[in-house]
C-alpha cells in the first residue's frame, strides 16, 4: 500500500466551480502538508503550505489537514480555465527531508 | 529568475550512453534535492544534499546513478549506461534547512533514451 493516496481523475469541471481534491495518508509521522501544481511537462508549483492540522487559506485556495481521519484537501473557489493542471499532494514529518508524493490529479476547467 | 534552474531541459540519447544533468538552486539555499517522474506519477525521491555532504539516497538510486554538489553549490546528476527505463523527468528542489523547509523545484530535465 503506498503511503499517500490521491484519486488520480481526471477531473473535469465548468467554469466557476468549486473544486475539491483529497489525499489520504497513512504515515502518521507526517506533519508538514503541501500542495503543488504541475502544468504539462513543467516542474511542480508550491501552492499551499500547512503544518499539522488546521485550514489555511490563500486567495481562491483553500487547504485543509485532519490529521485524525489522516486525510487533506484542496479546495479551489471559482475556478478558472488557468486552474487546469495536475495537482499533486505531498507531505514529509518533521525529522525527515523526503517529500513523499501522491500521484496527482488531473484537474480540467471548461470555459 | 531567482528559482531553481536546470540544464538542459531536453535530452535524447541512446541506450548505453552517459548523460548528465546540472541544477542550480535558489542561491541561499542549503539543501538540495533530486526526483524523479514518470507519466502520471508523483515526482519520487532519489537523493539529497546538505551544503556539500550527500545525506540520505533512495533504493531507487542504482550504482548507474551518480549525484554530486561540489563546494555546496550546483548540483550534477549522472546517469552510465542508460536504459529506457530511466526515460523520465528528473526534477531538482531546494530548500533551507531552517524554518518550514518548504521545497521548490525546478522545470525538470526531461531524459529520453532509444
Known amino acids: 500500500q503506498k503511503e499517500v493516496e490521491q484519486d488520480p481523475g481526471p477531473l473535469s469541471v465548468p467554469e466557476g466551480a468549486i473544486v475539491s481534491l483529497n489525499c489520504t495518508y497513512s504515515?502518521?509521522?507526517?506533519?508538514?502538508f503541501m500542495w503543488y501544481r504541475q502544468y504539462s511537462r513543467k516542474g511542480p508549483e508550491l501552492l499551499m503550505y500547512?503544518?499539522?492540522?488546521g485550514n489555511k487559506e490563500d486567495g481562491r485556495f483553500t487547504a485543509q489537514v485532519d490529521k485524525s481521519s489522516k486525510y487533506i484537501s484542496l479546495f479551489i473557489r471559482d475556478s478558472q480555465p488557468s486552474d487546469s493542471a495536475t495537482y499533486l499532494c505531498a507531505m514529509k514529518s518533521s525529522s525527515g527531508s523526503r517529500l513523499t508524493f501522491g500521484e496527482g490529479t488531473q484537474l480540467t476547467v471548461n470555459p | 529568475d531567482t528559482g531553481v534552474s536546470q540544464d538542459p531541459r531536453h535530452k535524447i540519447t541512446k541506450r548505453g550512453q552517459n548523460v548528465t544533468f546540472r541544477c542550480d538552486p535558489i542561491?541561499?539555499?542549503?539543501?538540495l534535492y533530486w526526483y524523479r517522474q514518470t507519466l502520471g506519477q508523483g515526482p519520487e525521491f532519489l537523493t539529497y544534499?546538505?551544503?556539500?555532504?550527500?545525506?540520505?539516497k533512495s533504493r531507487l538510486l542504482s550504482d548507474r546513478f551518480s549525484a554530486e554538489r561540489p563546494k555546496g553549490s550546483f548540483s550534477t546528476l549522472e546517469i552510465q549506461r542508460t536504459e529506457q527505463g530511466d526515460s523520465a523527468m528528473y526534477l531538482c528542489?531546494?530548500?533551507?534547512?531552517?524554518?518550514?523547509?518548504?521545497?521548490?523545484f525546478g522545470e525538470g530535465s526531461w531524459l529520453t533514451v532509444v
Open positions: 504515515n502518521s509521522a507526517f506533519q508538514y
Open positions: 542561491s541561499e539555499h542549503n539543501r
Open positions: 500547512t503544518y499539522s492540522s
Open positions: 544534499f546538505q551544503n556539500e555532504a550527500q545525506l540520505e
Open positions: 528542489a531546494s530548500s533551507l534547512v531552517a524554518g518550514p523547509s518548504t521545497i521548490y
